[in-house]
């Protein structure tokens, strides 16, 4: 299985992302943000509002929220 590494969008660490897929959610481990996978090729990820909640919404926003 395929492993692809990106930049947190925060702090820029490094997050491994072993076998990605939409919906995958991933923490860094530099600043412990939360990160969902919202598309994987290009790889994008969004901020996971709300880890308890299972619902992955298959929202293919691009727009960052300011
Ligand atoms: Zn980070």
Known sequence: M???VTA???C???IEL???RKGLRVECPDCQGLWMVTSVSPLKL???LDM???TIRADPSDEWPR
């Open 2 to 4: 395929a492993t692809l």
């Open 8 to 10: 947190c969008p925060i």
């Open 12 to 14: 820029e660490g490094l």
């Open 18 to 20: 072993r076998d990605p």
């Open 46 to 48: 969004e901020v996971a």
């Open 52 to 54: 308890e909640n299972e």
